[in-house]
């Protein structure tokens, strides 16, 4: 019996080994396994800080051609108000002798329309024409300041000016 005993002890420490022997293999294939998926966990973390890196790049490049972009732009807008705040200056220049030569030459037709009101209103056959000479009283004939009137021709209408008349 004692060798029967001895026997069972034998083959029940065979057992513990194997067991402890597969415990120790089952352990170490979950060691094993751990370190894979850690492997693989590290390197689809870095493939996904690659992808992440590449669109941020990506991302930072379509941001700096949008600036040199804009500030092409910006340049193009500050260079044509730049011509046309030119171009504003002169029109106003031109505007302004335009302003000045419409009053003298509405101060002219004025005058002129005067000497042919005095000229006109004949129908006593003298012209007061104060305003014209100066102050002096001067009484004068028609036919003297008006020569078509000694033709027989009464011109009753006013002097009118036109524009493209007068080319400076």
Same mark, same amino acid.
């Given at each position: 019996?004692?060798?029967?005993?001895?026997?069972?002890?034998?083959?029940?420490?065979?057992?513990?080994?194997?067991?402890?022997?597969?415990?120790?293999?089952?352990?170490?294939?979950?060691?094993?396994?751990?370190?894979?998926?850690?492997?693989?966990?590290?390197?689809?973390?870095?493939?996904?800080?690659?992808?992440?890196?590449?669109?941020?790049?990506? =991302? /930072?490049? &379509? !941001?700096? +051609? *949008?600036?040199?972009? $804009? #500030?092409?732009?910006?340049?193009?807008?500050?260079?044509?108000?730049?011509?046309?705040?030119? =171009? /504003?200056? &002169? !029109?106003? +220049? *031109?505007?302004?002798? $335009? #302003?000045?030569?419409?009053?003298?030459?509405?101060?002219?037709?004025?005058?002129?329309?005067?000497? /042919?009101?005095?000229?006109? +209103?004949?129908?006593?056959?003298?012209?007061?024409?104060?305003?014209?000479?100066?102050?002096?009283?001067?009484?004068?004939?028609?036919?003297?300041?008006?020569?078509?009137?000694?033709?027989?021709?009464?011109?009753?209408?006013?002097?009118?000016?036109?524009?493209?008349?007068?080319?400076?």
């Amino acid at each position: 019996m004692a060798s029967s005993s001895g026997n069972s002890n034998s083959s029940s420490g065979t057992t513990a080994a194997a067991t402890t022997t597969q415990i120790q293999n089952s352990s170490s294939e979950d060691e094993l396994l751990q370190i894979q998926r850690k492997r693989k966990r590290m390197e689809s973390n870095r493939e996904s800080a690659r992808r992440s890196r590449m669109r941020k790049q990506k =991302h /930072l490049n &379509g !941001l700096t +051609a *949008e600036v040199d972009r $804009l #500030r092409k732009d910006n340049n193009q807008i500050i260079t044509n108000i730049t011509i046309t705040t030119h =171009h /504003l200056l &002169g !029109l106003e +220049a *031109e505007n302004s002798i $335009l #302003r000045a030569q419409a009053l003298e030459l509405r101060q002219r037709l004025q005058s002129l329309n005067d000497i /042919l009101g005095c000229i006109n +209103a004949t129908n006593l056959r003298v012209c007061d024409i104060d305003d014209v000479v100066g102050g002096v009283r001067t009484t004068s004939h028609d036919h003297f300041l008006n020569p078509l009137n000694s033709l027989g021709l009464h011109v009753s209408q006013p002097i009118m000016a036109a524009s493209d008349v007068f080319l400076y």
